[in-house]
């Protein structure tokens, strides 16, 4: 089993950046992880996924060029850079954990966080 916390979430401006933490607990290393985002009223989405090695990455189209997941298995976290923010990116992310291939597929992943909101204000 793995437990993921996320953290690094906030009310910003339209422009500018923020940074998501993801820790887990358990064998990290052995999961691949993806973030995904829920806005108020509609279904969750995927936002990014990267490999066990981090050799595999991808985006949503909406968040490409924007945003930046990497991981650091010594620290058993995931992070999920986001810049030029935009209000449309307003949602509660969740980080989650995928013990099999990375998927950009939600019904792929195993473990979920509680997610932690990020409100961007024009």
């Known amino acids: 089993q793995v437990q993921l916390v996320e953290s690094g979430g906030g009310l910003v401006q339209a422009g500018t950046s923020l940074r998501l933490s993801c820790a887990a607990s358990g064998r990290f290393s052995s999961y691949s992880l993806g973030w995904f985002r829920q806005a108020p009223g509609k279904e969750r989405e995927f936002v990014a996924c990267i490999s066990r090695s981090g050799g595999y990455i991808t985006y949503a189209a909406s968040v490409r060029g924007r945003f930046t997941i990497s991981r650091d298995n010594a620290k058993n976290t995931v992070y999920l850079q986001m810049n030029s923010l935009k209000p449309e990116d307003t949602a509660v992310y969740y980080c989650?954990?995928?013990?099999?291939?990375?998927?950009?597929?939600?019904?792929?992943?195993?473990?979920w966080g509680q997610g932690t909101q990020v409100t961007v204000s024009s």
């Open positions: 989650a954990a995928d013990s099999s291939g990375p998927t950009t597929l939600l019904r792929g992943y195993d473990y």
